[in-house]
């Protein structure tokens, strides 16, 4: 079974330009994750979706940042324009139903992210 | 509020020795709580979990961790280090009862010397 895929793996812009990072869940999987992960530092989830919806962007910083997940597969996270803060890893993960309907009980697989550098 | 603690920031062992790696957390109702561990470069790794039932539990690699309800801890062990071990590890929590949302520690760096 593939795991989580994520696109690019590095990627380093200069400040104000945009940046967009896809992700491709485990297959069955509706529940999908961003995270930001700085470095030395644990995952901050950024925005999580259960299937189409996004239920908590609470997170995101919705001025400069935008999520999709079109058809409930695939997502893309953008950032536009990116500040120098912006560098870090972003991490995205997938999970079945995590209240047991399904079986399981939640625990997430993590793509190998994808590492921004912001100059 | 949830919250996980993972008060080390490294925790160094010699190969072949028992370690441990602290988690403790703050939760309001029932917990599922879970240790995963990332490598250099890499995307976090699921080793194990507890949902419910026996407070030792057994996951990846010969780890295991303890649940101590009481202690509000959920500790990380190996009764045998390797060098191959050393990596970041984190502890997470979610709660059962409520929006399924993760929260993870602030991680572990473990170095294994041989």
């Known amino acids: 079974e593939a795991g989580v895929v994520q696109s690019p793996r590095y990627k380093i812009i200069e400040k104000k330009q945009p940046v967009a990072f896809w992700c491709n869940p485990i297959?069955?999987?509706?529940?999908l994750y961003w995270y930001r992960q700085n470095l030395g530092q644990g995952p901050e989830l950024l925005i999580r979706?259960?299937?189409?919806?996004?239920?908590?962007d609470s997170q995101l910083p919705k001025d400069r940042f935008s999520a999709e997940r079109l058809k409930g597969v695939d997502s893309t996270l953008k950032i536009q324009p990116a500040e120098l803060g912006d560098s870090a890893v972003y991490l995205c993960?997938?999970?079945?139903?995590?209240?047991?309907?399904?079986?399981?009980?939640?625990?997430?697989?993590f793509g190998e992210g994808s590492r921004l550098t912001v100059l | 509020a949830q919250s996980v603690a993972q008060p080390e920031d490294q925790v160094n062992v010699a190969e072949g020795n028992p370690l441990t790696v602290k988690c403790t957390y703050s939760?309001?109702?029932?917990?599922?709580l879970f240790w995963y561990v990332q490598y250099p470069n890499r995307g976090l790794q699921f080793l194990l979990k507890?949902?419910?039932?026996?407070?030792l539990v057994k996951g990846s690699y010969g780890f295991e961790a303890e649940f101590n309800k009481s202690q509000t801890s959920f500790h990380l062990k190996k009764p045998s280090a390797l060098v191959s071990d050393s990596a970041l590890y984190f502890c997470?929590?979610?709660?059962?009862?409520?929006?399924?949302?993760?929260?993870f520690g602030s991680g572990t760096r473990l170095s294994i010397r041989p």
């Open positions: 993960a997938s999970s079945l139903d995590w209240r047991g309907r399904s079986g399981s009980t939640g625990e997430l697989f």
């Open positions: 997470a929590v979610r709660l059962y009862s409520s929006a399924s949302k993760i929260i």
């Open positions: 939760v309001s109702g029932n917990p599922y």
């Open positions: 297959s069955g999987h509706n529940t």
């Open positions: 979706y259960e299937n189409e919806e996004a239920v908590d």
């Open positions: 507890y949902i419910t039932g026996d407070n």
